[in-house]
């Protein structure tokens, strides 16, 4: 049997991260943890977990980082990540992230990917980001042409107006603020790579999977040869 893929997907909000974890997953064959999939999970299910998450939420509040890691924690342990998981949107504070490590002390070594966009291609992107009023699906559209309709229900495809210029560049300020001492936190590891998120999603895709190729290959060498793999 082959080593688990755990993955970590990190990235500024229109850097593709989403498709990226979703494309790799399906890939693979193993399951995409989102953390609002999770929430939306633990709530559903009516778990005690979910039932705190809610009454949180429901208060107007953020889940903190405590309840966070537990509904992560209880997702981890569940039977279907047995081959390895992409994680999107967790861990976001090093808090977060020094309770994943303990989580995987005893599932394998986590492989971290930074899909890095500058933010003027950020900005430029976001700019061009519609969505369908209908059922929600977010999709870009080309400089100057004529806005198609929603390719997943024909519904029309609107300018959302929190992606202004100024709004973007003031999210993109808050989550590189937010963020970097979670890169700091993971870059210093041969399981962590940047990848180069200024080109097509198929060239992104394949960076991602060149990269988890390689770090997982390294590690059952390191495995092997009885070697330190953090
Ligand atoms: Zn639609």
Do not use: H, W
């Amino acid at each position: 049997m082959s080593a688990p893929i755990n993955l970590v997907v990190l990235g500024p909000p229109g850097a593709g991260k989403g498709t990226q974890a979703v494309e790799f997953a399906q890939q693979r064959g193993i399951p995409k943890i989102s953390t609002g999939d999770i929430l939306r999970d633990a709530v559903q299910s009516n778990t005690e977990l979910g039932q705190r998450a809610k009454a949180t939420m429901d208060a107007g509040g953020l889940v903190d980082d405590q309840l966070m890691i537990a509904i992560v924690r209880e997702r981890l342990g569940r039977v279907d990540v047995a081959c390895g998981f992409v994680l999107d949107g967790f861990p976001r504070t090093v808090a977060q992230a020094t309770a994943l490590d303990e989580i995987m002390a005893s599932q394998g070594a986590l492989v971290v990917v930074d899909i890095a966009v500058p933010d003027d291609a950020l900005v430029a992107r976001l700019a061009l980001r519609r969505v369908c009023g209908q059922c929600g699906n977010a999709t870009g559209v080309a400089a100057g042409a004529e806005v198609p309709p929603c390719e997943r229900c024909g519904g029309e495809l609107v300018f959302r107006s929190d992606d202004t210029e100024e709004v973007i560049r003031e999210r993109l300020r808050v989550y590189a603020e937010a963020t970097k001492p979670l890169v700091d936190y993971y870059s210093s590891r041969p399981t962590f790579r940047a990848l180069d998120g200024n080109q097509s999603p198929e060239a992104v895709g394949a960076a991602l999977n060149g990269a988890v190729d390689e770090i997982v290959s390294e590690l059952s060498v390191s495995v092997a040869t009885g070697g330190d793999a953090r």
